[in-house]
């Protein structure tokens, strides 16, 4: 078992995500920052489905009950293991004892942690990610004790990644809304030539944006929405769709962020700069 002796803010279990229930209303869920935690299950060679703790602005304090593997990835934490400094996208041999510590956030704003063979919470509805309604937990609390598979006979092809970091990107590129065509070119003006600075609003259902643009007087029949949907409010308001966002909504849908693009928002806090780029 992995013991949680300190929680963090907000850690959660997530992994790819929960399909084929959207139609009842039911979230895709799943990891936000989907390009970093393909790069740390890769390098423990596990399947692009298992489970890792996705990590939240402040990390947790974690003890290994048996030996195995780990890989740390996404925004820059100062992280010790046993007291010794370690690095992402390295892979980490641990011991049973071994204590995974979490200090200062230094760059970007959300981290994970992949262990050899995933992390073996119950699955529900396909999935282990962690969703109020879903599953019995919202976030990981103190003391929590989470299974996993020993191993201590891995032999790793790579043993670390030389990968470039997105934390420092502020371009999201998009593709065109269904109800795109609505824009006119003033509105087209502000949405794809200006900055936007990430509103205090901003969590795993969505990201608000603090500048506003030309409002509008459209009525329209609640439609689909996916991860990564941009809606646009009669107010002129901004709200990305993230990875626990609702699956229908009332707002035009006038972009839609790449799945890169969405890895890249979901590292940036309250007031860090984004700018959209149309594909």
Known sequence: MLKVLKSGLYTTIQDSGRFGYRDNGVPVSGVMDTN????????LENDVNDSVLEITMTGPTLQFGKDTYISLG??????????????NYKLLKIMAGDI???????KGFRAYIAIKNGFQSKE??????????ITPYIVIKDNFEIPYIKNSKFEPKITSLKTNSLLDETELYVAKGPEFSLLNDRQLEQIFFREFNIAPENNRMAYQLKQTIDG?????????????????TPAGKLIVLMKDG?????????????????????????GDIVNFKLM
């Open 216 to 232: 509008h007087k459209v009525s329209m029949l609640t439609s689909a929405t996916l991860p990564g949907t941009v809606q646009f």
């Open 246 to 270: 609702q699956t229908t909504g009332g707002y035009p849908r006038i972009i839609q962020l790449t799945d890169k693009a969405i890895s890249i928002l979901s590292q940036k806090k309250s």
């Open 100 to 106: 995974l510590s979490y200090g200062r956030l230094q």
């Open 36 to 43: 970093t935690v393909y790069k740390i299950n890769t390098l």
């Open 124 to 133: 529900i509805l396909g999935s282990r990610s962690y969703y109020s309604a």
């Open 74 to 87: 996404g925004a820059k934490f100062e992280v010790t293991l046993n007291n010794i400094p370690v690095e």
